[in-house]
């Protein structure tokens, strides 16, 4: 008996069939090993998940979560890939700056704060490679295997960051207290015949931040090409109230960069003080140049901060800032002191830090 071809209609369907089973084996074997889902784009806040309920929810949050909760110690999305099993596998690559204790501490903080827990860890290879164990109620989940490449960096460079206006718009103890308490060292430049400049500058100074003392608005303009001496004048009276500032700022609305005659009279009244100028009104690229012959370092402002007195803007220009100076090696923000700013720095300058930048006085990028 001869077997009956098929018809055309069927031999098209089981074709379909085949391609279809390909494409699903295709695509499982994909989803069995791919890459942790990378964080959305730009830094965000880390938003609280709910407690995972069992072993496979635990699993799933930090294979999904993995790649962001490490974005806050620098590392980035491509150095962390992973395969689903049982456990799960998740490999990250850790720069050469970065501790493997601090590592091991931000994933043992993720899996308690998800629900479970980091069930042990180890150095398998000491300062090189480190294991982490992850589960939901004594079931491992999850392992992390993450080895240490000297021969990769964070990106990241020093970030400064100058308060303008210290003292001058309604300040007062609380609002001192916070700048004061900030981990990170901020540049603060002091308005001196602000009522209370001596305490202020004595406060902020012993939390270890830098002193800047402040010309008032239109002061460089009023004493023109200092012939007179008024500028130097000024200089020595605001140093009478702020005996130990680091450096002399103009803000931003005075800027004299554009004004040789200006700048020249600024430059010459710090000569011979140990000080440096900063000028709020130019940025880095303006200021080069400014202070050659003179001995005078000066730093200029790469970026505004508060183009916007709105606290999410800030954080967003201060994220812009962090980027910049991976980019470039260093980056001096200006901020107005005033209440959204403040919160801004409380809430991006450590993140900043711990993904490895440095944050430093203005002092410490002077040209």
């Not at 800030?314 to 002191?337: M, P, S, T």
Request: proline residues 5%; contains cysteine.
């Amino acid at each position: 008996m001869v077997r009956r071809r098929p018809s055309p209609a069927w031999h098209l369907l089981g074709t379909a069939g085949l391609v279809l089973s390909a494409v699903l084996y295709l695509v499982y074997n994909q989803w069995q090993a791919r890459p942790i889902d990378e964080p959305a784009a730009g830094p965000v806040a880390l938003a609280p998940a709910p407690p995972a309920v069992d072993a496979a929810s635990f699993a799933d949050t930090l294979f999904a979560g993995a790649a962001q909760v490490l974005a806050e110690d620098g590392i980035e999305a491509a150095q962390v890939s992973g395969t689903r099993g049982h456990p799960d596998r998740i490999q990250v690559v850790v720069p050469g700056d970065l501790a493997l204790a601090l590592v091991n501490l931000r994933l043992t903080r993720f899996a308690e704060d998800r629900g479970g827990v980091a069930l042990g860890a180890s150095e398998v290879v000491p300062g090189r490679r480190l294991e982490v164990r992850c589960g939901f109620d004594g079931t491992v989940t999850t392992v992390f295997t993450c080895d240490r490449d000297r021969s990769k960096a964070r990106r990241a460079g020093q970030i400064a960051v100058v308060v303008s206006g210290v003292g001058q718009h309604g300040w007062d103890d609380p609002l001192l207290e916070r700048f004061s308490r900030q981990s990170e060292p901020l540049t603060l430049a002091l308005v001196p015949n602000s009522a209370r400049a001596e305490d202020f500058a004595a406060q902020a100074r012993e939390a270890g931040h830098e002193i800047l003392v402040e010309l008032g608005a239109g002061e460089v303009a009023e004493a023109g090409d200092d012939e007179e001496g008024l500028l130097s004048a000024k200089v020595r009276n605001a140093l009478q109230v702020v005996p130990k500032a680091r450096g002399l700022a103009v803000s931003a609305e005075d800027g004299a960069a554009g004004d040789s005659h200006g700048a020249d009279g600024l430059l010459a009244a710090v000569r011979g003080r140990g000080m440096y100028y900063f000028d709020g009104g130019a940025s880095t690229a303006e200021l080069t140049g400014v202070g050659g012959g003179t001995g005078v370092q000066c730093v200029g402002r790469d970026l505004d901060l508060d183009r916007d007195d709105d606290q999410a803007a800030i954080e967003a220009r201060l994220w812009e800032l962090g980027e910049l100076a991976a980019r470039n090696g260093q980056a001096v923000g200006l901020l107005r002191a005033h209440r959204n700013g403040l919160a801004a720095l409380e809430a991006v300058l450590p993140r900043l830090a711990a993904r490895g930048h440095r944050v430093v006085p203005a002092s410490q990028v002077a040209r």
